[in-house]
C-alpha cells in the first residue's frame, strides 16, 4: 500500500482557497486517490476521489499531476465550518486495509 | 434515509469487565469496516466483515478481540476483559459494495470507550 505524506497543519483565513498537498511517491498504477475530511468527535467523511487530472464536485476540487506522485485537494473559499482534519489515502479495489496517516489539522479563522 | 448508526455513544468500563460495540450498516450495505482512533492520530484497520463472514481481520489483537456481522442485526466488536490502552474511539464504516479502496466508506459517530 502505497504511503501518504501530508503537512501535519495549515491556518487560512475565512474566503480564502485552501489547498492541501498529499505526497504518495510510490503509488501504484491502479490505485486511486481518496481524500476525508473529519470533524472533532465524529466519523470521518468523503470528500473526493480522483486516479488523474482533475476531479471537481461541489464540495472541492482534486488535482493530480500527470506523474500522479502527489494530490492537491482544493477547498475553495473556506469558512470557519471547514475547521477539520483532511485526511488522503491511496488504494486500488484490492486494498480494504486504507492506511490513514496523522492527517493536515486545518484551522480557519476569522 | 439513516446513516451509519453505532451504540453506545460512550462507553465506560473498568479493567477486566467485557465492552460490546455495535454497528448498524447503511441500509442496503453488506460490507462493514471497524477502526480504532487514538487521540491525535489517524484511524487502524481493525476487520473487515461482510454478512456472516470476516474477510480480514489482521488489524484486529488476537487475545481479547473479536467482530461478527451476523445474517440478521448489527455488527458487534466484542472486547474481553479491557484494558487502559483500550481506551480509544471506535468507528464502523459501511460500503455497498467490496471495492476496496474505491469505495466510499460511511461512517458513524464512533464509540468512546473509557477503561477506568
Known amino acids: 500500500l502505497a504511503k501518504t505524506t501530508q503537512p501535519i497543519s495549515m491556518d487560512s483565513y475565512e474566503g480564502q482557497e485552501v489547498n492541501i498537498t498529499c505526497s504518495h511517491n510510490n503509488i501504484a498504477t491502479n490505485d486511486y486517490i481518496t481524500w476525508y475530511q473529519q470533524f472533532p468527535s465524529q466519523g470521518p467523511r468523503f470528500i473526493i476521489q480522483?486516479?488523474?487530472?482533475?476531479v471537481t464536485n461541489e464540495v472541492a476540487s482534486l488535482f493530480i499531476p500527470a506523474d500522479r506522485k502527489s494530490s492537491t485537494l482544493s477547498l475553495p473559499r473556506v469558512s470557519l465550518s471547514d475547521t477539520a482534519v483532511y485526511y488522503c489515502l491511496v488504494g486500488d479495489k484490492g486494498n480494504y486495509q486504507l492506511i490513514w496517516g496523522a492527517g493536515t489539522k486545518l484551522i480557519i479563522k476569522p | 434515509n439513516a446513516g451509519v448508526m453505532q451504540n453506545p455513544r460512550h462507553l465506560v468500563r473498568r479493567r477486566g469487565q467485557e465492552a460490546r460495540l455495535r454497528c448498524s450498516p447503511m441500509?442496503?450495505?453488506?460490507?462493514v469496516y471497524w477502526y480504532r482512533q487514538l487521540p491525535e492520530e489517524g484511524l487502524k484497520f481493525m476487520v473487515y466483515?461482510?454478512?456472516?463472514?470476516?474477510?480480514?481481520e489482521s488489524g484486529m489483537p488476537k487475545e481479547r478481540f473479536s467482530a461478527e456481522f451476523p445474517k440478521e442485526g448489527p455488527s458487534i466488536l466484542r472486547i474481553q476483559q479491557v484494558v487502559r490502552g483500550d481506551s480509544a474511539a471506535y468507528f464502523c464504516?459501511?460500503?455497498?459494495?467490496?471495492?476496496?479502496?474505491?469505495?466510499?466508506?460511511?461512517f458513524g459517530p464512533g464509540t468512546r470507550l473509557t477503561v477506568l
Open positions: 480522483g486516479y488523474k487530472t482533475k
Open positions: 464504516a459501511s460500503s455497498p459494495s467490496s471495492g476496496g479502496a474505491t469505495d466510499t466508506q460511511y
Open positions: 441500509k442496503g450495505h453488506s460490507h
Open positions: 466483515l461482510q454478512k456472516e463472514n470476516i474477510i480480514d
